[in-house]
């Protein structure tokens, strides 16, 4: 049997991971537990982060906002701050799983699951997000493209966890966009997703961009050439079309049960296009 241990602050958490240094931890479980139950992962114990309270909840600090790593996605949600500065994070909050999965996942265990697909990752990219990583004796801060190695690989040392996630406020980016394809309507894991954030001009000319694509690589991906193409053209079928030919060779998808490599290349072209509805 597995032991499970439930730490009630981060000096008790420190003192487990001291003595028990293998422990797999989780928050809400729902992809740790689903490994475990499908025999994917074997950890000799388990520390369950839930009682934590310094990891949950929304601060405002400065120009900045720091989510903690066991705030639920529902939490955020609802969350007048996370709604109001950046909406493109909601959007793809709203669209991840199920009603119970956001009330018990959290944003956390969405990022060091490290998964291609997962939904609250592209928007993070595009929002310059950093990564708070803490230990007993230290505290550093990583970009998340730095964080995310590949696929359910992160940048963690031995005792260190994911404390939460820092996103700088008032960047000016009027246009925010998610939006993923998936062979079904609703609880889908997505076939190509695209976080687009942008500053648009009154003549729709774009000043600046930044986009990114999942389920198209080993991790997240972004393009800084093609944003730079971007910035100073029209908003339009024509000036999105210049580009199209360099995301298609950037991007590395696979072949798998989901969908081919060639269907995720031409999707992630028509996500790109489809900024033209959202740009008014």
Known sequence: MTDIFLPSDLDELWRLLNIKPEAALYAGGTDLLVKRRSGLI???SLVCLERIQELKGVKECGDEVFVGALTTHSELLSHRVIRKHFPVLIQAIAVLGSPPVRNMGTIGGNIVTASPAGDTLAPLYV???QMEIRSLS??????ISAFILGPGQIDLGQGEILAGVWIKRHQ???LQHYEKVGRRNALACSVVSMAAIMRVSSDNRIYEIR???GSVGPTVMRFPEVERLLEGKPLT???LNDVIELVHAGI???DDIRATASYRREVAGRLLHRLINYST
């Not at 230290?138 to 970009?143: C, G």
């Open 172 to 174: 000016g980016f009027r």
């Open 252 to 254: 590395k998808p696979i």
């Open 127 to 129: 929002l310059d997000a």
């Open 211 to 213: 986009l990114a694509w």
């Open 138 to 143: 230290s505290s550093r801060r990583v970009p």
């Open 42 to 44: 074997d950890p000799p």
């Open 237 to 239: 079928v024509d000036g």
